[in-house]
């Protein structure tokens, strides 16, 4: 790792991703820190015992499993949140169903001003269906889960519909450069397609943003950031180390994209360097 960069992007997942890939295209020099590790196509859990293995589970002083582990639960006092941990976020682990939201979503007025009416959100549905290619298995009435949804549905009068999931279902080179083979129907999609049938950001926007330059480090954890004069600096400690040596790396921009427990609220294990994330947020 360089000493300074010009944008240090905090996660891999979809925010992450998607700002090294167009930082990076636009002549950025980008440095991405994961918390979690790389996990090839053939290496995600198969069977529960692996399963097992990759599971965190993190809930006010409790917590179990290694902090690289792939499926990172977080307990709360009322509800609990599963996240993914590894280079692609929880891209890695999700169902892939990639809907637009429904207009109703940002009239609501939680949002700020700058998200609920950005003019530049359509043009980004179109590049991210560009890259993650969203598409409806043709063949899915002929599916038992289909037919099962067919009889469910028909209680409301209506027809199921083939959700559009971020799946090649044909041998591809992506946009991305990266070779894929079918889906195979297998269903594992949530515990990690060890097909590399799915678009996930570890097989889409990280490449991208590696072909244009992009350097990316795993199983580093950021811990705070600092302001310091017209640049921020990005403190890091192994992930799974307990005594690992911190180090720094400094940036003129920081995109802060550690999903939504973490950039978003004070949380572990950024917790103690809240009001600092906060600020640089909102930069
Ligand atoms: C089982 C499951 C199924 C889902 N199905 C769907 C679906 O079908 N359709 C849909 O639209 N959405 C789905 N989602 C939700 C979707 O995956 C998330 O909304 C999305 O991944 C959020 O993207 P993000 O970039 O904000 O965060 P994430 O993808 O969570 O990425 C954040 C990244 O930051 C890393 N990170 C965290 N802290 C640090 C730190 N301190 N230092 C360095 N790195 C850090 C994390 O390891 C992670 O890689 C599903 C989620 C799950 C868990
Ligand atoms: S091959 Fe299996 S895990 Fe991969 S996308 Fe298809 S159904 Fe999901």
Same mark, same amino acid.
């Given at each position: 790792?360089?000493? =300074? #960069?010009?944008?240090?992007?905090?996660?891999?997942?979809?925010?992450?991703?998607?700002?090294?890939?167009?930082?990076?295209?636009?002549?950025?020099?980008?440095?991405?820190?994961?918390?979690?590790?790389?996990?090839?196509?053939?290496?995600?859990?198969?069977?529960?015992?692996?399963? !097992?293995?990759?599971?965190?589970?993190?809930?006010?002083?409790?917590?179990?499993?290694?902090?690289?582990?792939?499926?990172?639960?977080?307990?709360?006092?009322?509800?609990?949140?599963?996240?993914?941990?590894?280079?692609?976020?929880?891209?890695?682990?999700? =169902?892939?169903?990639?809907? !637009?939201?429904?207009?109703?979503?940002?009239?609501?007025?939680?949002?700020?001003?700058?998200?609920?009416?950005?003019?530049?959100?359509?043009?980004? +549905?179109?590049?991210?269906?560009?890259?993650?290619r969203?598409? !409806?298995?043709?063949?899915?009435?002929?599916?038992?889960? #289909?037919?099962?949804?067919?009889?469910?549905? =028909?209680?409301?009068?209506?027809?199921?519909?083939?959700?559009?999931?971020?799946v090649s279902f044909e041998?591809t080179?992506n946009?991305?450069?990266?070779?894929q083979?079918a889906c195979?129907?297998?269903?594992?999609?949530?515990?990690?397609?060890?097909?590399?049938a799915?678009n996930?950001?570890?097989?889409? #926007?990280?490449?991208?943003?590696?072909?244009?330059?992009?350097?990316? +480090?795993?199983?580093?954890?950021?811990?705070?950031?600092?302001? !310091?004069?017209?640049?921020?600096?990005?403190?890091?400690?192994?992930?799974?180390?307990?005594?690992?040596?911190?180090? #720094?790396?400094?940036?003129?921009?920081?995109?802060?994209?550690?999903?939504?427990?973490?950039?978003?609220?004070?949380?572990?294990?950024?917790?103690?360097?809240?009001?600092?994330?906060?600020?640089?947020?909102?930069?």
């Amino acid at each position: 790792m360089k000493p =300074a #960069y010009d944008v240090v992007v905090v996660g891999s997942g979809y925010g992450g991703g998607v700002s090294a890939s167009r930082l990076s295209r636009a002549g950025q020099r980008v440095c991405v820190i994961e918390r979690g590790r790389e996990v090839p196509t053939g290496a995600f859990p198969g069977r529960l015992p692996e399963l !097992r293995r990759e599971l965190q589970l993190n809930g006010g002083k409790m917590r179990s499993g290694a902090r690289t582990g792939l499926y990172d639960f977080r307990l709360g006092a009322d509800i609990h949140v599963l996240v993914g941990c590894g280079l692609g976020g929880g891209s890695l682990i999700n =169902a892939g169903v990639a809907l !637009r939201p429904d207009a109703r979503v940002f009239a609501d007025r939680a949002w700020p001003e700058e998200v609920a009416n950005d003019e530049l959100l359509g043009l980004g +549905f179109e590049r991210a269906e560009i890259m993650l290619r969203p598409s !409806r298995y043709a063949k899915a009435p002929e599916l038992t889960k #289909y037919r099962a949804l067919e009889t469910a549905s =028909a209680a409301f009068g209506q027809d199921p519909v083939a959700a559009p999931v971020v799946v090649s279902f044909e041998d591809t080179v992506n946009p991305a450069g990266v070779t894929q083979p079918a889906c195979t129907l297998c269903g594992d999609c949530c515990s990690g397609c060890n097909v590399g049938a799915k678009n996930t950001v570890a097989m889409t #926007y990280l490449p991208d943003a590696k072909a244009h330059g992009a350097e990316i +480090f795993t199983e580093l954890s950021v811990s705070h950031v600092e302001k !310091r004069g017209q640049s921020w600096r990005v403190h890091i400690v192994p992930t799974d180390e307990k005594d690992g040596a911190p180090r #720094y790396v400094d940036a003129k921009t920081v995109v802060l994209s550690a999903g939504t427990l973490v950039s978003a609220k004070a949380s572990p294990p950024m917790a103690t360097s809240s009001p600092l994330l906060l600020a640089a947020a909102r930069r």
